[in-house]
T-cell receptor, first 107, second 113 residues
Framework: AQRVTQPEKLLSVFKGAPVELKCNYSYSGSPELFWYVQYSRQRLQLLLRHISRESIKGFTADLNKGETSFHLKKPFAQEEDSAMYYCALYGYSTLTFGKGTMLLVSP | NAGVTQTPKFQVLKTGQSMTLQCAQDMNHNSMYWYRQDPGMGLRLIYYSASEGTTDKGEVPNGYNVSRLNKREFSLRLESAAPSQTSVYFC????????????FGPGTRLTVT
């Protein structure tokens, strides 16, 4: 069975501070990993996926197969980054989500 | 292009009542999904339809039924609502292939008293 673990329910930082949202996974095959974001009163949307190796809104995420991790990072947090972030793994025809981490960026 | 739409946005039911949540997408996607979102639990898959004419159980299917009416529409039915089904329900759709991106609807907030 596949599993996604996000160990932090809440991460609170000040504007300009670095951010790292942790994600670990368990999957027997070759994983396809994603980060989804849900801003207040908005629908869930894709932030980035590991296969594209892109940076979106200053966020990056690197797949580390040895540590089975896909942590989301941003060097300088902005107030508009405040949202709920979900790590997700695609496998066996379905997307499995972690429980989510709420990021709060204070001025 | 509305993307994924859901009706209703809010609903209050009494225990034992039934209702159907509607979902439609206009992106010509083959796959559609129903999730529930609960505090501290993240999103959990209830049912999905990989393609028109097929449906499969997800992680938490008990108490629910689904119908893939056509390629555009995928409904979720609660036959006898229970307080444990109080949640926010999200519908999503995606294409089959390397993209795997799922597009979500705005959600339905359901309260069962």
């Amino acid at each position: 069975a596949q599993r996604v673990t996000q160990p932090e329910k809440l991460l609170s930082v000040f504007k300009g501070a670095p951010v790292e949202l942790k994600c670990n996974y368990s999957y027997s095959g070759s994983p396809e990993l994603f980060w989804y974001v849900q801003y207040s009163r908005q629908r869930l949307q894709l932030l980035l996926r590991h296969i594209s190796r892109e940076s979106i809104k200053g966020f990056t995420a690197d797949l580390n197969k040895g540590e089975t991790s896909f942590h989301l990072k941003k060097p300088f947090a902005q107030e508009e980054d405040s949202a709920m972030y979900y790590c997700a793994l695609y496998g066996y025809s379905t997307l499995t989500f972690g429980k989510g981490t709420m990021l709060l960026v204070s001025p | 292009n509305a993307g994924v739409t859901q009706t209703p946005k809010f609903q209050v039911l009494k225990t034992g009542q039934s209702m159907t949540l509607q979902c439609a997408q206009d992106m010509n996607h083959n796959s559609m999904y129903w999730y529930r979102q609960d505090p501290g639990m993240g999103l959990r898959l209830i049912y999905y339809s990989a393609s028109e004419g097929t449906t499969d159980k997800g992680e938490v299917p008990n108490g629910y039924n689904v119908s893939r009416l056509n390629k555009r529409e995928f409904s979720l039915r609660l036959e006898s609502a229970a307080p444990s089904q109080t949640s926010v329900y999200f519908c999503a759709s995606s294409e089959i292939g390397i993209s795997y991106e799922q597009y979500f609807g705005p959600g339905t907030r359901l309260t069962v008293t």
